[in-house]
């Protein structure tokens, strides 16, 4: 396996998870009164884990989609399709931003009826307009065969990928009884 493979498997590793993270939150919040998750319950720790987990990987993304936007416009001139076709991708719904405020929405609203459609709509999101916008840009910058592109761009090494694992086991160690973590789940 080559150095792009490696770094593609594991940004392909981390949306996947990501997507399992999601999802198993949402269902465990599902139907879930207010005083169900009070601080320090098993329940609060567990989205307490999701939620810095998502947040985290949430923001390499959208860091990755501002050095990619950074790389473009140092490489490329204005009038090139690619970078034309790629800013157009850019510039669509389904940023990570967008979907860390989808996410401070739902967390905000925890336990009440909005807070458990807050946590269905965050996954939703995620699952459609995000993942739509990531496929697109994956799919666009797939034919780019230089490692030092990205590298710089994924900003993968080391340290942030024993960070992406320590994160995800944090969310695996709280998983509530009979939930499990899987990226088709749709927390329903």
């Not at 697109?136 to 990205?150: F, G, I, M, Y």
């Amino acid at each position: 396996m080559n150095e792009i493979q490696l770094i593609r498997k594991q940004l392909a590793g981390e949306r996947q998870h990501a997507s399992a993270v999601a999802n198993a939150c949402a269902t465990a919040l599902a139907g879930v009164a207010a005083d169900a998750v009070t601080s320090g319950s098993p329940l609060a720790e567990f989205r307490e884990a999701c939620v810095d987990y998502l947040v985290c990987v949430l923001a390499w993304f959208e860091e990755r989609d501002q050095r990619l936007a950074d790389l473009l416009r140092a490489r490329l001139k204005p009038e090139d399709l690619v970078r034309h076709t790629l800013e157009e991708v850019l510039a669509c719904r389904g940023r990570s931003r967008e979907a860390l405020e989808k996410l401070e929405a739902a967390v905000a609203g925890v336990g009440a009826a909005r807070g458990r459609d807050g946590w269905q709509e965050f996954v939703q999101y995620f699952a459609s307009v995000w993942s739509a916008r990531r496929d697109a840009l994956d799919a666009l910058v797939a034919a780019d065969s230089r490692p030092a592109d990205w590298r710089a761009v994924a900003g993968i090494d080391a340290d942030s990928i024993l960070e992406e694992r320590r994160r995800y086991a944090l969310v695996c160690a709280r998983l509530p009884p009979g939930l499990t973590l899987t990226a088709d789940q749709r927390g329903e």
